[in-house]
Nanobody, 126 residues
Framework: QVQLVESGGGLVQPGGSLRLSCVAS????????VAWFRQAPGKEREFVAVINWNGDRTFYGDFVKGRFTIARDNAKNTGYLQMNSLKSEDTAVFYC???????????????????WGKGTLVTVSS
């Protein structure tokens, strides 16, 4: 059974930082690109970032503007999303996802995802 389990969400003040983690099990982790999406209340799910199987290629949504960094550790079957300079508009549920390739995510977005985590809530508020 494939599982992606996110952690690290919570309440943070504007300008603060959080690091999200995504632990994968039940799949050959290094065979998959890892992506993060987010969904704010009343909005559609939005692409945040994706990293390829060995971590040497990363892509980000336009809104990130250098504030977030995606990473992975294949030895630990874990993906990460470091988020800095958080804004109130970053408030959302953040989802970890596994997809065949980074290209599939860039071309097809959420429809390319094979496996989803259940999400972790990030709230940016003073």
């Amino acid at each position: 059974q494939v599982q992606l389990v996110e952690s690290g969400g919570g309440l943070v003040q504007p300008g603060g930082s959080l690091r999200l983690s995504c632990v994968a099990s039940g799949l050959p982790f290094r065979n998959y690109a890892v992506a993060w999406f987010r969904q704010a209340p009343g909005k559609e799910r939005e692409f945040v970032a994706v990293i390829n199987w060995n971590g040497d290629r990363t892509f980000y949504g336009d809104f990130v503007k250098g504030r977030f960094t995606i990473a992975r550790d294949n030895a630990k079957n874990t993906g990460y999303l470091q988020m800095n300079s958080l804004k109130s508009e970053d408030t959302a549920v953040f989802y970890c996802a596994a997809a065949p390739t980074t290209q599939s995510i860039l071309l097809r977005g959420a429809s390319a995802v094979q496996y989803w985590g259940k999400g972790t809530l990030v709230t940016v508020s003073s």
